[in-house]
């Protein structure tokens, strides 16, 4: 999108009527050149986009404003729901990109969208793509591309040969071809390795029969800098101006989304079509970055608990990748029950113990115990119909389908109540292999607590009732009040 640019308070692109009054249009080189690294010789800044160019009666140019009427039609508002971006269409692409994140932060700041529609012409377009290979596309809904060069446009090869006018009849071409000498953004138009294979070339050398094939991309690029002596830093940066891609694929046995059940094997691999990757970057766990020499990298995790992994990879042309994180939760361990009598429900009831968060399946006589991982812990009871038989015993238990041995264990509950609904009887009795042995007995007004633990003999009467709480424990059973 042609931006005006300014020397201070200067207009100087794209000034018409000075570039007629200037025969040899010297002040677009003295105040719009680049170095050879392609960076701004002035301090220029940016003006208004330019939508449409008029001078001298004789030029006529609409770029912009008829689109921008048409939007208006209907009914959209300039600086409502029509911004522009201005950028220095000289400069590299990549720089250009963090003002396009910053326009659209503001753009849904302002209207409280979470997405905005973009309307990319020509450079824009590239300039869109660099954004979201940098940012991803949360922040678009549409994107609409105008006239872009995505696999390169041979136009900007002849610019930076022989210069342009670009339709302006009295603009010097040698002033352009100057300026393109060290013009990044141009560069980064010429046409892609894609686009010779799908074309062959554009530029051929000089044949009297005209037999002679045309360059392929190397000897294109060998053409421009070494016959021609144009800028080789250009070309080098132009190769390849956007940052790699990498993805991360985690392979384990999974639960919920983030979660696994056992060792998880990750597994980067990053892309770049042009120059390649040069090395993929990642930190487990704060624990400091490793770089890997090459495009892909495997680490395989084993300890249970939550993980963090950052990444990122870096090209052979320089460009870092911006930084990307995952966390993933490794939990092997199937979670535990906690087991109380509920005086309002009538009935026993189960609770899932674990690091992460537990869904409870009651089936009367089989319970089942979900983590997040996948872990299932299963309680089979005696009996069926427990709330109606008033009792209910623990048969077995199996942890991700493995059965402890619990011969040696018991946990027995009986109740009763009136025709009124009160519990006039409550029978608790827990065995442990740990070495206790213990029953709470409740007659409608006290608890008899007895039994023996690893601390002696234990006699105790509570007013009331007294429930006693259940916890197992790999196969056993805690207790407690």
């Known amino acids: 999108m042609l931006t005006e640019l300014l020397n201070g308070d200067e207009h100087i692109c794209a000034?018409?009527?000075?570039?007629?009054g200037d025969v040899g249009d010297q002040f677009l080189t003295e105040n719009l050149s680049l170095d050879e690294n392609g960076d701004?010789?002035?301090?220029?800044?940016?003006?208004?986009?330019?939508?449409?160019?008029?001078?001298?009666?004789?030029?006529?140019?609409?770029?912009?404003?008829?689109?921008?009427?048409?939007?208006?039609?209907?009914?959209?508002?300039?600086?409502?729901?029509?911004?522009?971006?201005?950028?220095?269409?000289?400069?590299?692409?990549?720089?250009?990109?963090?003002?396009?994140?910053q326009k659209i932060e503001e753009i849904k700041l302002q209207?409280?969208?979470?997405?905005?529609?973009?309307?990319?012409?020509?450079?824009g377009g590239l300039l869109t793509k660099a954004y979201i290979k940098e940012y991803g596309k949360d922040s678009i809904d549409k994107l609409i591309f105008v006239g872009t060069p995505h696999i390169g446009a041979p136009k900007s090869g002849k610019v930076i040969l022989k210069g342009d006018n670009f339709s302006i009849p009295w603009l010097r071409q040698a002033r352009i071809e100057e300026l393109a000498l060290n013009m990044p953004s141009l560069h980064q138009l010429l046409p892609n390795q894609t686009y010779f294979n799908q074309f062959q070339g554009y530029i051929k050398p000089f044949d009297f029969l005209g037999n002679e094939p045309l360059y392929d991309y190397n000897q294109t690029k060998n053409f421009?800098?070494?016959?021609?002596?144009?800028?080789?830093?250009?070309?080098?940066?132009?190769?390849?101006?956007l940052p790699p891609l990498s993805t991360v694929i985690l392979s384990g046995i999974s639960g919920q989304t983030g979660f696994y059940r056992s060792d998880v094997n990750i597994l980067l691999n990053s892309t770049d079509n042009l120059s390649g990757v040069l090395s993929l970057n990642y930190n487990i766990d704060g624990m400091g970055y490793k770089k890997i020499s090459g495009d892909i990298a495997e680490v395989l995790i084993s300890t249970?608990?939550?993980?963090?992994?950052?990444?990122?990879?870096?090209?052979?042309?320089?460009?870092?990748?911006?930084?990307?994180?995952?966390?993933?939760?490794?939990?092997?361990?199937?979670?535990?029950?906690?087991?109380?009598?509920?005086?309002?429900?009538?009935?026993?009831?189960?609770?899932?113990?674990?690091?992460?968060q537990v869904k409870v399946t009651d089936n009367d006589d089989t319970v089942n115990l979900t983590d997040q991982a996948g872990n299932i812990t299963e309680i089979n009871l005696k009996d069926k119909n427990r709330k109606k038989k008033m009792s209910a015993e623990v048969k077995s238990i199996k942890y991700n389908q493995e059965m402890p041995d619990i011969s040696k264990n018991k946990m027995v509950y009986k109740w009763d109540y009136n025709k009124s609904g009160e519990l006039?009887?409550?029978?608790?009795?827990?065995?442990?292999?740990?070495?206790?042995?213990?029953?709470?007995?409740?007659?409608?007004?006290?608890?008899?607590?007895?039994?023996?633990?690893?601390?002696?003999?234990?006699?105790?009467?509570?007013?009331?009732?007294?429930?006693l709480k259940i916890t197992t424990n790999k196969g056993d059973f805690d207790w407690s009040y």
């Open 304 to 356: 249970e608990g939550e993980h963090t992994i950052s990444f990122f990879s870096t090209d052979r042309a320089g460009n870092n990748e911006t930084e990307k994180t995952i966390t993933f939760t490794i939990d092997k361990t199937a979670p535990e029950a906690v087991i109380e009598f509920d005086i309002n429900v009538k009935d026993i009831i189960f609770n899932g113990l674990d690091t992460t």
């Open 15 to 20: 000034n018409l009527e000075r570039m007629f």
């Open 40 to 101: 701004s010789v002035q301090d220029i800044n940016l003006g208004s986009v330019i939508k449409r160019k008029v001078a001298l009666l004789i030029f006529d140019q609409n770029i912009f404003e008829g689109l921008e009427q048409n939007l208006i039609f209907s009914d959209y508002e300039l600086n409502k729901s029509i911004f522009y971006l201005p950028y220095d269409w000289r400069l590299d692409l990549d720089e250009a990109k963090d003002l396009l994140k």
């Open 224 to 241: 421009f800098v070494n016959d021609k002596n144009k800028n080789q830093i250009m070309f080098n940066r132009a190769e390849d101006f």
């Open 424 to 467: 006039i009887k409550f029978s608790q009795h827990i065995k442990s292999k740990k070495d206790y042995n213990i029953s709470a007995d409740f007659d409608g007004k006290n608890t008899v607590v007895k039994g023996k633990d690893s601390f002696g003999k234990i006699s105790k009467l509570f007013t009331g009732l007294k429930i």
């Open 111 to 123: 209207t409280g969208s979470s997405k905005v529609d973009i309307i990319s012409h020509s450079m």
